[in-house]
């Protein structure tokens, strides 16, 4: 059984940065695909980004192109999500999730197998 567990959510400011971390157990991290998502009052949760098992390929969603970076490291069981540039319309819930099989490429949010709680992301306007 996997786990994960994000954290790092908080009150920013516009235009400011934080950064996310989700930590992994239970599971050999290494030979997963993870990703991120966040869910925003009154909305479906919506993909982010994604990174491969090695961490030399990602995948973003256009809305944070050159604002967000995941990255991951291996040898912590760790991911991380690089937030710049932050705006209103980011508050969400961050959730962090492992594909334990195909490609980190274009998944749908049912082809994600374990999913941590989330962490509140807060920007003020």
């Known amino acids: 059984q996997v786990q994960l567990v994000e954290s790092g959510g908080e009150l920013v400011q516009s235009g400011g940065s934080l950064r996310l971390s989700c930590a992994a157990s239970?599971?050999?991290?290494?030979?997963?695909?993870m990703g991120w998502f966040r869910q925003a009052p009154g909305k479906e949760r919506e993909f982010v980004a994604a990174?491969?098992?090695?961490?030399?390929?990602?995948y973003n969603e256009d809305s944070v192109k050159g604002r967000f970076t995941i990255s991951r490291d291996n040898a912590k069981n760790t991911v991380y999500l690089h937030m710049n540039s932050l705006n209103p319309e980011d508050t969400a819930v961050y959730y962090c999730?492992?594909?334990?099989?195909?490609?980190?490429?274009?998944?749908?949010?049912?082809?994600?197998?374990?999913w941590g709680q989330g962490t509140q992301v807060t920007v003020s306007s």
């Open positions: 999730a492992a594909k334990i099989r195909g490609s980190y490429f274009a998944s749908p949010i049912y082809d994600y197998n374990y």
């Open positions: 990174i491969n098992r090695s961490g030399d390929r990602t």
């Open positions: 239970g599971g050999s991290f290494s030979t997963y695909n």
